[in-house]
Every structure is written in structure tokens, then in C-alpha cells.
């Protein structure tokens, strides 16, 4: 980061989870039939630069065609949302998706909420040098829990915002336990706009999820390189393979780590085995048809406003409102 961006102004509010959480969130993962992590663990400073790099491989069409929609339709979003609201961007990472709005949308203020703290502090603070009348919170917390909003953020006219079609990664029953909290966070007539990944041919799933530079099997493996550095842990990452498939019958992209042999894993002094082959699961993607969103947004209290899509229908963005 350049000494401006350094000094720009950001309120921080910092609700990291507990190191503790990470070792039971493990511990419990791996005493499943089905040995498992949460994907929330990838972002530590290395996973977040990683997901930068999955955007810009060519196999990775969510974030330009995320990128395109936003760009030919920033003018029908913003006469949707309406000027002066507080923009609430779930998961932020980059914050870069947000600065297509930024123009035509005359927020009030931003507030960025992540779980991966520097790259949250570095995003935010880029965004307050370049946007410097612009007010801009940063909260470090996990959203699946019940966000605290910080007083400054507190108003009539909340929106938020949840691109990245990072919807697709909870379970759909999950999805609408998490959609039920936006809706009452932002309340009756508040918005969301949310960016959701469409079913599509197979083909063009498993070649976004298996680059061929690597990048995504990097990103997966990393999340044993901070198992490795966070906790007491003995893992060979070596001895694991990245694997991901469209699951055509659950609707859902699916990654894991294979295990190449049997092998023993000891956190922190518990020995857990795994045979050869086995995976830990990581991470879902599920991808929905326009209609099967709108049900599951309709269980959360959501109606949907306007749905934005590619021409291949590849993806789509859509502003929901409570009520
Ligand atoms: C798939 S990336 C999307 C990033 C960015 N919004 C985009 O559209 O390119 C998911 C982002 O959500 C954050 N994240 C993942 N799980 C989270 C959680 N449980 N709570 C808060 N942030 C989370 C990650 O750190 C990452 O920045």
C-alpha cells in the first residue's frame, strides 16, 4: 500500500473470531464421517490474495461477467437504490465491485465487513484515499453471526451489498437463515444486491474451478499452510491433491483435498487418520436457476426487484427488497 492510502481515514471496529474457534471449527470438521473445513478459513492474508488472483484467470468467468453486468446496468441500479444510503458490502474483500456504483450511487457512507483483517484494513483504506468524501467504516467480523452495526452506520436507508455470488457457498437452508439476518438488518423496504451464479453447463463449472495455472488448487491448499502457521498442527500438505467437480445432482461445485496416502494428522496432539484418497471437504458453490433464487429469497422475506444476467446467462445480479 502507498504512505497515502496509510494514512487515509477508516473507522475500524474489529470483531475478529477467536484463534480457539478456528482449532474446535477443525477439531469438529475433522470428527465427521466426512472430514470437512469451513471455507471461511481461506481468507487469512495469503487466501485473500489468492481469491484476487482466481478474478483475473481466463477459466474464471463469475468476476468479469459479475464486473459486466454491474458496469451496463450501474445506471438502472442506482435509480433502484436511490442516492444517500448507508452501503453495507458483505464480505468485501477487494472492495473493488463497489467503486463501479460508487459514481452514480452517492452513498452516504460505506461500511466494508470481512473476516480477513489486513487485507479488509488495506481495501478500506484504499477506498477512503481514493473516495476522500466519502465516510468509510470497516468492520472485521464474521457475518454469519449477527453483525453489530457501528452507530455512525445506523439509518433508515440501509443497503447492502453481497457480490461474488458468495451466497452459493452456505447450504440453502443456511442461505436463508443468513438472508433472514440482511432483511432485518436492513428492514421493511430495505434492500439487497446480491450477485448469484447461474446453472449452467458442467464444462464450463469444472474448467472455472480448476485453472490452469493452479491458482484455485493453490487457494484450496493454503488452507493447510495456515493450519500449519496458526495451529498445532503436523500435516504433510505435500502428500494432498486439490480436486473440484460439479456436483450435477446437489447444484453445487464442490472442493476438496485429497489425501494421496494413508496418512496420520495430529492437531494439536490428536492423531487423525486418513486413508488414502479420502478428502476433506472445503468448499461448496451451489449455483441456482433464476427461479429457484427467488424461492429461497422469498422464505428469507426478500422479493426480488430486477434481475440483471449476460447475455450467456452465465450469472446475475439482483436487487431484492424486504417485504
Ligand atoms: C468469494 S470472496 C468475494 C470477494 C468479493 N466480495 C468479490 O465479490 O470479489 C469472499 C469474501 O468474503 C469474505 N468472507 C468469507 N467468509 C466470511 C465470513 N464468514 N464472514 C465475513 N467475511 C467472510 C472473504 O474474506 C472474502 O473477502
Redesign the pocket.
Known sequence: MTDSANNASVCFHDYAPEQGDFLSDVMQGFSNQQKSIS??Y??DQR??EL?DEI?RQPEYYP?RT?ISILQSNAEDIARLIGPDCVLI??????S??IRLLFDVLSPASYLG????KD?LLLSTKRLARDYPELEVHAVC????HQLELPAQCQSDRLVAFF????IG?FEPDDAVRFLKEVATMVGRGGKLLI?VDLKKDSDILNSAYNDAAGVTADFNLNILQRMQQELDVNIDMSSFNHRAFYNEELGRVEMHLVSQCEQVVVVEGEEIPLIANETIHTENSYKYHLGEFADLSALAGFRVEQIWTDAQKLFSVQCLVVG
Open positions: 471455507p471461511k481461506f481468507y487466501g485473500s481469491f478474478c468476476t459479475e458490502e458483505l464480505g468485501s474483500g477487494v473493488e465491485k465487513v470481512d473476516i480477513s487485507f467480523a464474521d457475518f454469519c457480490p461474488g455470488s458468495s457457498n450477485g
